[in-house]
């Protein structure tokens, strides 16, 4: 009884109807997030660049200078475009990191200053929403698959003690008087 049951399950995973209807659903909530991401986006851009009072006080509040709006504002509007756009698969890729990198940056900024649940919650729900549209983008809008990676260790320790070293030296040479602009 049990095989008969689990033979029904797998049957149906492999009908064709259910995997249509499967892409189906799952083009749709990718498009509705990824929608959802750019228009975000887009009204973040033209609330940054015309410096509305909402994003001045909160930019005020969280200690930037007033600047960071023009450069955030610049850059988010091509971001939505990219996400929306056929093709420029790697500039997609580049598009998907800048949103989820600005809605980190702001859920750590406004955690960092100590902000209530309320200040927070939206950065982190657009970076989850973000996340999803990346995870759920259909195969036209990614990259090929790369080759398997090298597995040999000496093309991962290399890397690795060649930045502990940059690290170190880094360290080793840190300027101790500010340079006057």
């Known amino acids: 009884m049990t095989h008969a049951a689990g033979t029904a ?3 149906s995973i492999t009908n064709p109807v259910y995997l249509a209807a499967r892409s189906r659903s799952r083009s749709i909530v990718y498009w509705v997030l990824t929608v959802f991401v750019a228009f975000e986006m887009v009204a973040g851009s033209a609330w940054d660049l015309l410096q509305i009072e909402y994003v001045r006080v909160v930019l005020t509040h969280l200690g930037y200078p007033s600047y960071l709006l023009l450069i955030l504002g610049v ?3 091509p ?3 990219v996400l929306l ?3 420029f698969l790697r500039l997609k890729e580049w598009a998907y990191a800048g949103a989820f990198f600005n809605y980190t ?3 750590a900024s406004h955690a960092f200053m100590g902000d209530p649940l309320a200040a ?3 950065p982190l729900l657009f970076a989850i929403v973000t996340l999803a549209s990346w995870a759920l983008r259909p195969s036209e809008r990614r990259l090929p698959s790369s ?4 597995a040999r260790p000496v093309t991962w320790i290399v890397p690795i003690v060649v930045t502990v070293l940059m690290l170190v030296i880094a360290l080793l040479t840190l300027p101790t008087v500010p340079l006057s602009l």
């Open 9 to 11: 399950s797998d049957a």
């Open 75 to 77: 850059w988010k509007f």
């Open 79 to 81: 971001c939505a475009l």
């Open 85 to 87: 756009l056929p093709r």
């Open 105 to 107: 940056g702001a859920l």
């Open 120 to 122: 927070w919650i939206w």
């Open 147 to 150: 080759p398997a990676a090298d």
